[in-house]
């Protein structure tokens, strides 16, 4: 059949060809692995689009638009998470052994490129949201205790608020992406870098914008429950 302006625009012939051909499928719970990670590569580069608008949107004092896409990045990350989820359950242990026999080491999603430039694009958003709060003479703090009603700073408190979504997606497709390896290859195996969970722990205790999650402990400082 001749190829159709659709799958022209895809290039869907090169596109499905970096997939296995269904016989070289070890089994088939590897189309699934293969193609989880292939879409992922492929969701990275669209939420890294997102967050370099994001933060052009903020250089230019858009603080709406920004607050926008970086809820629509985040939503992105929401599928990432329900792709590890569908993992979790396609992937049978013993079958996911004999994938990673044919791999071999290093081949890491650790490593990519795109993954790394996300986190890096993401806190790339801090120094412009600590300058617009230094502009207003604002703290998160006192962000924090200005009733919504009243503040002249809603589109700040709509921003720290979108930035807490976004980390918060993010980190939950760590706590996902967690249970999946605890899963299908346990908590004391090497992975293809030579990580163990321990090392994927840590990393999820590494938030992207730290500083935000620590503010709200300062609302509670002087709190006493009453008697
Ligand atoms: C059965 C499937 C999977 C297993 C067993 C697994 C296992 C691991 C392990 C053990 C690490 C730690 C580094 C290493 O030694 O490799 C790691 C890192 C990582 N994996 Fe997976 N993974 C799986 C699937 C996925 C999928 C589907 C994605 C993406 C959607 C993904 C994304 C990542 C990322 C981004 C890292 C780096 C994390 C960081 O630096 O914080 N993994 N994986």
Same mark, same amino acid.
């Given at each position: 059949?001749?190829?159709?302006?659709?799958?022209? !625009?895809?290039?869907?012939?090169?596109?499905?060809?970096?997939? @296995?051909?269904?016989?070289?499928?070890?089994?088939?719970?590897?189309? %699934?692995?293969?193609?989880?990670?292939?879409?992922?590569? #492929?969701?990275?580069?669209?939420?890294? /689009?997102?967050?370099?608008?994001?933060?052009?949107?903020?250089?230019?004092?858009?603080?709406?638009?920004?607050?926008?896409?970086?809820?629509?990045?985040?939503?992105?990350?929401?599928?990432?998470?329900?792709?590890?989820?569908?993992? +979790?359950?396609? /992937?049978? $242990?013993?079958?996911?052994?004999? *994938?990673? @026999?044919?791999?071999?080491?290093?081949?890491?999603?650790?490593?990519?490129?795109? !993954?790394?430039?996300?986190?890096?694009?993401?806190?790339? /958003?801090? &120094?412009? #949201?600590?300058?617009?709060?230094?502009? !207003?003479?604002?703290?998160?703090?006192? +962000?924090?205790?200005?009733?919504?009603? %009243?503040?002249?700073?809603?589109?700040?408190?709509?921003? =720290?608020?979108?930035?807490?979504?976004? %980390?918060?997606?993010?980190?939950? #497709?760590?706590?996902?992406?967690?249970?999946?390896?605890?899963?299908? *290859?346990?908590?004391?195996?090497?992975?293809?870098?030579?990580?163990?969970?321990?090392?994927?722990?840590?990393?999820?205790?590494?938030? =992207? #914008? $730290?500083?935000?999650?620590?503010?709200?402990?300062?609302?509670?400082? %002087?709190?006493? &429950?009453?008697?």
């Amino acid at each position: 059949m001749a190829e159709t302006a659709y799958e022209r !625009y895809l290039s869907a012939d090169k596109m499905l060809s970096f997939q @296995k051909k269904e016989e070289d499928l070890i089994c088939d719970g590897e189309r %699934d692995f293969q193609g989880v990670q292939q879409e992922a590569e #492929f969701i990275w580069t669209r939420i890294n /689009l997102m967050l370099k608008r994001t933060n052009e949107k903020l250089q230019a004092s858009n603080v709406w638009e920004a607050v926008d896409l970086l809820g629509q990045a985040a939503n992105l990350w929401g599928g990432l998470t329900q792709k590890s989820q569908e993992l +979790l359950m396609r /992937l049978w $242990p013993n079958d996911f052994l004999k *994938i990673r @026999k044919m791999i071999g080491e290093g081949a890491s999603t650790a490593d990519s490129p795109r !993954y790394h430039e996300s986190e890096r694009l993401a806190r790339s /958003l801090w &120094p412009l #949201f600590e300058n617009r709060l230094a502009k !207003y003479s604002l703290t998160i703090p006192k +962000l924090l205790q200005e009733e919504p009603d %009243d503040t002249g700073h809603h589109d700040m408190q709509a921003l =720290l608020k979108a930035m807490m979504w976004y %980390d918060y997606r993010v980190q939950e #497709f760590a706590i996902a992406h967690l249970y999946l390896v605890f899963g299908v *290859i346990g908590d004391r195996t090497a992975g293809l870098k030579g990580g163990t969970t321990d090392f994927l722990i840590n990393r999820y205790n590494s938030y =992207l #914008f $730290p500083k935000l999650w620590d503010s709200i402990n300062s609302l509670y400082v %002087d709190f006493k &429950p009453s008697q």
